[in-house]
């Protein structure tokens, strides 16, 4: 059982355009939902992260957009850049326990010129 | 600060042979993690452990195993290497920030090839 679920598989985009990457998720009792971006022969590392308390969350040119009811949440990127080209990952956790992540299979964007 | 650290970077192994994964931290964590990255199925977690002496069990801890040695160090070890273990192994850390931080912190893999 796939417990976070995400989508499309692979995303391309022009350069200036905005990248939307989703991900659905199963267990109501997650409260933590990050999303972790990684390059080629690198280790993932954390782009940005929401709680369930709040519906958008932004970084720079990275939102997150949480909807609680519909179980689901997404990653926008406005402005990609080539520079943006990588392996993006969802993920989701749930307290009390040892904040174990469980993630989403991952997408790769590529962002063209 | 170095972070995570991985060693070695790459390998390769024979069947039925047995290697150890080293992972080194220098952020103070507590919680410690080995994942295991294949193509279309994302990151899974193997083993983990939240605090040094203590390790349980992830999604996939079969055909491995782990030694938390200290607060810093968190080993993974193939008994007997099968092909099927042929991946890229993440060690991460957890960042133990207030309540709620399940940031982590990820070395930069170990590719590991079983022929």
């Known amino acids: 059982q796939q417990q976070v679920k995400q989508s499309p598989q692979s995303l391309i985009v022009q350069k200036g355009g905005i990248s939307i990457i989703n991900c659905a998720y199963e267990?109501?009792?997650?409260?933590?939902f990050p999303w972790y971006q990684q390059f080629p022969g690198k280790g993932p590392a954390l782009l940005i992260a929401i709680r369930p308390d709040v519906s958008e969350k932004k970084e720079g040119r990275f939102t997150i957009s949480f909807n609680k009811s519909a179980k689901q949440f997404s990653l926008h990127i406005m402005d990609s850049q080539p520079g943006d080209s990588a392996t993006y990952f969802c993920?989701?956790?749930?307290?009390?326990?040892?904040?174990?992540?469980?993630f989403g299979k991952g997408i790769t964007l590529s962002v063209r010129p | 600060n170095a972070g995570v650290t991985q060693t070695p970077k790459f390998q390769v192994l024979k069947t039925g042979q047995s290697m150890t994964l080293q992972c080194a931290q220098d952020m103070n964590h507590n919680s410690m993690y080995w994942y295991r990255q294949d193509p279309g199925m994302g990151l899974r977690l193997i083993y983990y452990?939240?605090?040094?002496?203590?390790?349980d069990k992830g999604e996939v801890p079969n055909g491995y195993n782990v030694s938390r040695l200290n607060k810093r160090e968190f080993s993974l070890r193939l008994e007997s290497a099968a092909p099927s273990q042929t991946s890229v192994y993440f060690c991460?850390?957890?960042?133990?920030?207030?309540?709620?931080?399940?940031?982590?912190?990820f070395g930069p893999g170990t590719r590991l090839t079983v022929t």
């Open positions: 993920a989701a956790a749930f307290r009390p326990t040892n904040s174990k992540l469980t």
């Open positions: 991460a850390s957890r960042e133990d920030r207030g309540t709620f931080s399940y940031e982590q912190y």
């Open positions: 267990n109501t009792a997650f409260d933590y």
């Open positions: 452990s939240a605090s040094e002496g203590t390790t």
